[in-house]
């Protein structure tokens, strides 16, 4: 392989694995948050780590963080890619297996011709950490 076909390769491969970190809010907007001393009792939820593991593999299948949409999107096509669209629900399986569903949120894109049947169901394996199946609606 000649070495510039194999550089391009590499740079290729390399910009393929690059993630770019989630948005923050610069310091000086975010200065007036104070967090408080424990979580407040009153909508606290408690979610395992597998379970939240499996969740972010899931998601990240189905609503990838690097897709970006046509500059001729919809309205509704648009929030039907953003992730806070979506509830999630899960259930284990099969031992090792936790089905994740996500399902549009009630009151999400409820443009006209939004459709309410978007999401799907995935089979995570949270032994070796892989998407096993995915069942679209």
Known sequence: MKPTVLLSCLLLAGCALRHD?????????????????????DGRREVPAATAAA????????????????????????????????????APAAAGILLVRFSVSPGACMQEGAVNDMGATYAVDTQA?????VQLP
């Open 21 to 41: 970190p989630p948005p923050r809010v610069p310091p000086a907007e975010a200065a007036w948050f104070k967090f408080p001393d424990d979580l407040p009792a």
């Open 55 to 90: 969740i972010q593999l899931a998601m990240d299948d189905f609503r990838p963080r690097h897709l970006r949409m046509p500059g001729d999107a919809s309205a509704v096509e648009i929030c039907l890619n953003q992730r806070q669209s979506y509830d999630v629900r899960t």
């Open 129 to 133: 950490w892989r998407i096993l199946a």
